[in-house]
């Protein structure tokens, strides 16, 4: 029931920023969590950020604290990640998905019931 159409990556320097977008339609999202993941070639989808859709209680992964951040608009239904400062490690294929149950922010894929297509992200060195 819930569609999730990410947007906003492409090719960036090391250093750089890129803001990606994902826009959610199909239900309430009020008792939601919103998460970002990432996969790299070869390796497992990793968790990135989540957002809670109504509190906006937040969770990042430890490899992006201080340079990503994670926001939402409730208005347009769109959740948005902010990704500063990006390294060639950075490289992936970023997911929207949403945690339609309640209860703590989830850091596993298994714990969300809907994705996006996925947006890629590439930063060159």
């Known amino acids: 029931q819930v569609q999730l159409v990410e947007s906003g990556g492409g090719l960036v320097q090391a250093g750089g920023s890129l803001r990606l977008s994902c826009a959610a339609s199909?239900?309430?999202?009020?008792?939601?969590?919103m998460g970002w993941f990432r996969q790299a070639p070869g390796k497992e989808r990793e968790f990135v950020a989540a957002?809670?859709?109504?509190?906006?209680?937040?969770a990042y992964a430890d490899s992006v604290k201080g340079r990503f951040a994670i926001s939402k608009d409730n208005t347009k239904n769109t959740v948005y990640l902010q990704m500063n400062s990006l390294k060639p490690e950075d490289t992936a294929v970023y997911y929207c998905?949403?945690?339609?149950?309640?209860?703590?922010?989830?850091?596993?894929?298994?714990?969300?019931?809907?994705w996006g297509a996925g947006t890629q992200v590439t930063v060159s060195s």
């Open positions: 998905a949403a945690d339609t149950n309640s209860g703590w922010i989830k850091l596993v894929r298994d714990a969300y019931d809907y």
């Open positions: 199909g239900r309430t999202f009020s008792s939601y969590t």
């Open positions: 957002i809670r859709w109504s509190g906006s209680r937040t």
